[in-house]
Every structure is written in structure tokens, then in C-alpha cells.
T-cell receptor, first 113, second 113 residues
Framework: DAGVTQSPTHLIKTRGQQVTLRCSPKSGHDTVSWYQQALGQGPQFIFQYYEEEERQRGNFPDRFSGHQFPNYSSELNVNALLLGDSALYLC????????????FGEGSRLTVL | RKEVEQDPGPFNVPEGATVAFNCTYS??????FFWYRQDCRKEPKLLMS???SGNEDGRFTAQLNRASQYISLLIRDSKLSDSATYLC??????????????FGGGTRLMVKP
């Protein structure tokens, strides 16, 4: 049973560029959440997708957008990259109910130069 | 004030010691609570849920005090393999809007021989 998979694992971009990160949820999960984790900090909630719609959003600017596909996989897009966007981006999948365990992927480490 | 606050540590303890971590949260509407563990350069993984009545899983005991908005984790008989960052997590979601997990900054534990 495949867990949560993310791609790419590492990438380097320059300021002003755009990036797309991808996530495939754990088998049987239909809810995908994205988190940003800066070095030495806890993960910060970006948004959550369920039934192909954004259901919850954290305190992130509109430069951060996402999408969920009919097969429940998801993308995170970040436009106009800033140096401060350098972080580990974690995708987590779960069942939709409150209190359901989140299963995280290994993350995509983004470096913005 | 951060929504979920933890002492970042590090806590340096010898093998066999008992160590306790504390966490406070600011949103009284929070509905469910968890401790996640994150090893260095790895993804977070659920350690245990936290219930109002307190719960125990082997060497680990979690407590919740809703009145004081305080969560604790006690680790008895520490092992070298317990060395990790422990993340306090609060869910303020509901059944209509789904999960919205807020992570603390994490407490780093280092168990020494």
C-alpha cells in the first residue's frame, strides 16, 4: 500500500519564478492538505482540498494556489517566488472526518535563490 | 501570541530518564489534539491522540486540560530512539469544514547514552 508520495523531492528556483509541487495521497484517502515548514519551525497550514475544492485556507497570500484532481492527487503552485518561500513543503492526506490522522509525504524541499 | 506554543528545547536527557513536554493553545474552540513526532529531515508522524481523560501508550502518556488550554506529553524510561522533535498539534476544524491542524514549533529531545 503506497503511502503519500510527493515530487520533486528537491528543487532550486530563482526569485520571481513559479513552481508546481505534486502529491499523490495514500490509497483510500480523499482529502489533501499542504503545509510549509521553514527550518527549525513547525509545519504551517497552507490549505486543504476535498472533492476538488479548497475547503480550508491558512494565512498565506494568493501567490499560493492549488488544485485537486478527480483521482484525489493534488498540486501546489507558488507564483512570484520570494527568498522567504524557501522551505520544506509537506503534503498530508487523510479521510475527511475531524480528528482523522494525517499521513505525510516526505516533502519537497524548495530553495529560492 | 502563537496559536500553539511549545518550549523549543533542546531537552538533553540520559537514557532511562523521564521527560515531560508542555504545550499551550490559544483557541478555546479547538476540538482535537495530537502529538506528532518528527525525526531529523523526515516527515511528521502521529505519535498519539490526546483525550480529556488522559491516555497512555506504553511509555508515553498524554494529558489535556481544556480549562487551562494545556497539553502535556510524558515519556518514561527514555530510549536513544526517542531522540526527535515532538510537535504539539491542535485541530480547530469541524465536521463541515474538515480538519485544520495547527502545529506548534516543536520541542527537540536528545537522549544520550
Amino acid at each position: 500500500d503506497a503511502g503519500v508520495t510527493q515530487s520533486p523531492t528537491h528543487l532550486i528556483k530563482t526569485r520571481g519564478q513559479q513552481v508546481t509541487l505534486r502529491c499523490s495521497p495514500k490509497s483510500g484517502h480523499d482529502t489533501v492538505s499542504w503545509y510549509q515548514q521553514a527550518l527549525g519551525q513547525g509545519p504551517q497550514f497552507i490549505f486543504q482540498y476535498y472533492e476538488e475544492e479548497e475547503r480550508q485556507r491558512g494565512n498565506f497570500p494568493d501567490r499560493f494556489s492549488g488544485h485537486q484532481f478527480p483521482n484525489y492527487s493534488s498540486e501546489l503552485n507558488v507564483n512570484a517566488l520570494l527568498l522567504g518561500d524557501s522551505a520544506l513543503y509537506l503534503c498530508a492526506s487523510s479521510l475527511p472526518g475531524v480528528g482523522e490522522e494525517l499521513f505525510f509525504g516526505e516533502g519537497s524541499r524548495l530553495t529560492v535563490l | 501570541r502563537k496559536e500553539v506554543e511549545q518550549d523549543p528545547g533542546p531537552f538533553n536527557v540520559p537514557e532511562g530518564a523521564t521527560v515531560a513536554f508542555n504545550c499551550t493553545y490559544s483557541n478555546s474552540a479547538s476540538q482535537s489534539f495530537f502529538w506528532y513526532r518528527q525525526d531529523c529531515r523526515k516527515e511528521p508522524k502521529l505519535l498519539m491522540s490526546v483525550y480529556s481523560s488522559g491516555n497512555e501508550d506504553g511509555r508515553f502518556t498524554a494529558q489535556l486540560n481544556r480549562a487551562s488550554q494545556y497539553i502535556s506529553l510524558l515519556i518514561r524510561d527514555s530510549k536513544l530512539s526517542d531522540s526527535a522533535t515532538y510537535l504539539c498539534v491542535v485541530n480547530k476544524g469541524n465536521n463541515n469544514a474538515g480538519n485544520m491542524l495547527t502545529f506548534g514549533g516543536g520541542t527537540r529531545l536528545m537522549v544520550k547514552p
